[in-house]
């Protein structure tokens, strides 16, 4: 029995389950004769709907100054612009984000919604940073969020709505290289975001638009400004981790039960005992400061064993150095570009910092082993790791462990 059959890209729909055209046309090749093919593929036609190029194009906006100057541009190069602010979390039930968004679309004259996300970015993306810190990893919420919660959500509502072209506020551009759309960094170096985005799909790199990739925060303020959106053009950076932005360690208190965080012991790489900290889920790997033990040195996090509440410490930071990872959870966006080329390849474990270059070798059981060209410090596992090739990134995964 058919059922509406959505043509989009190289992909056929039934059902809400996604199967690659390719993958239908062997399916026919090898069960049925070239003409029992032909006859079939006739038969589908009319029941295949394209989803087809358009000048629609469905912004993410948050009501901050950059999703503004983006519904700005947007509009100003000609497309039908819908707004659509997500709730992903609201601390303390403030929700003038959502007023600030709803004003600009008004003022612009268009079309705003809003898409109550919370359960699914409790379940998706809040469980999971609560639960990476109690295994003693480091949580990567952004990446997770941008790549498999904001993005396709982003492309699931504009699929909905019969819409070609979805947008953020995100200081990235992108490009075509040998048939494959990559994101490639922003003209803003310190604003540049693509770090957090090397696991996007191609059916969503393809229809994605990049209105602030090459722009300056500061030119951004200035476009508020002179359009006379003030309030947006004076608007404060979002810092951190948009649900616990400074401190972790409170929100940790807040959602965890009492007990399952308990003082425990730091310990040198010899087993002594140096002191008490307040739970092995409030440090992380290479952390220096905030330890409350004081030796008239340096000492760093070098090893949090959460199975016994015990942190390792360290006073060299040269003992925290490290020349190969393993990532799981990775994904490539073409793989000869990162598996067979002579090309410098660049791994970055932390946004803005620490870039290092490095070879990528494909292992038997599904994991990409790094081997690091200088060693790195303080590799955690639970952290992001993107490959870029100048500014060009090729893909990324999770940290599980490192030599």
């Not at 809040?126 to 990446?143: A, D, H, L």
């Not at 070609?164 to 040998?178: E, L, S």
Request: aromatic fraction near 12%; glycine fraction near 6%; proline fraction near 4%.
């Amino acid at each position: 029995m058919l059922y509406s059959i959505l043509f989009k890209s190289d992909y056929l729909l039934f059902s809400k389950k996604s199967v690659p055209l390719q993958c239908v046309f062997h399916s026919i090749r090898f069960k049925v004769n070239k003409g029992w093919s032909t006859a079939v593929l006739l038969f589908l036609c009319p029941y295949v709907k394209y989803m087809q190029e358009n000048n629609k194009v469905l912004l993410g906006m948050s009501g901050g100054t950059d999703s503004s100057v983006a519904a700005l541009l947007l509009q100003d190069a000609g497309y039908e612009v819908t707004g659509v602010t997500f709730r992903f979390y609201e601390k303390g039930n403030n929700t003038e984000y959502l007023d600030d968004a709803r004003e600009l679309c008004e003022r612009l004259h268009i079309s705003h919604i809003t898409y109550d996300a919370r359960n699914e970015f409790r379940e998706r993306i809040i469980s999971y940073f609560i639960n990476e810190y109690m295994t003693g990893r480091t949580p990567v919420p952004c990446t997770l969020c941008n790549n498999y919660l904001k993005w396709p959500l982003l492309k699931k509502l504009a699929d909905e709505k019969g819409i070609y072209h979805f947008a953020t506020g995100h200081y990235v551009q992108k490009r075509n290289i040998d048939g494959y759309w990559h994101i490639t960094t922003g003209t803003d170096a310190d604003k540049d975001q693509s770090f957090f985005l090397w696991g996007l799909p191609q059916d969503i790199l393809q229809r994605m638009l990049l209105p602030m990739g090459k722009l300056t925060k500061n030119k951004v303020r200035e476009i508020a400004a002179e359009r006379g959106f003030l309030k947006a053009a004076h608007k404060r950076d979002s810092l951190g981790v948009c649900f616990c932005p400074m401190d972790y360690r409170s929100f940790l208190k807040e959602h965890v039960k009492k007990e399952l965080i308990m003082p425990g012991n730091f310990y040198d790489e010899s087993g002594n005992c140096l002191g008490k900290h307040e739970g092995y889920p409030f440090y992380t790997i290479g952390q220096r400061r905030g330890l409350g033990i004081y030796l008239n040195k340096a000492l760093f996090v070098k090893q949090i064993i959460p199975q016994t509440n015990s942190i390792i410490l360290s006073d060299q930071l040269c003992s925290l150095r490290q020349t190969e990872m393993y990532l799981t959870d990775w994904h490539v966006t073409n793989p000869s570009a990162l598996f067979e080329t002579t090309d410098e390849i660049i791994v970055k474990i932390r946004y803005r910092k620490q870039a290092n270059r490095c070879t990528v070798i494909p292992t038997p059981d599904g994991q990409l082993h790094i081997k690091l060209h200088e060693p790195l410090t303080s590799i955690a596992a639970g952290q992001a790791a993107a490959f870029y090739r100048d500014d060009v990134v090729l893909g990324g995964g999770i940290i599980c462990s490192s030599l």
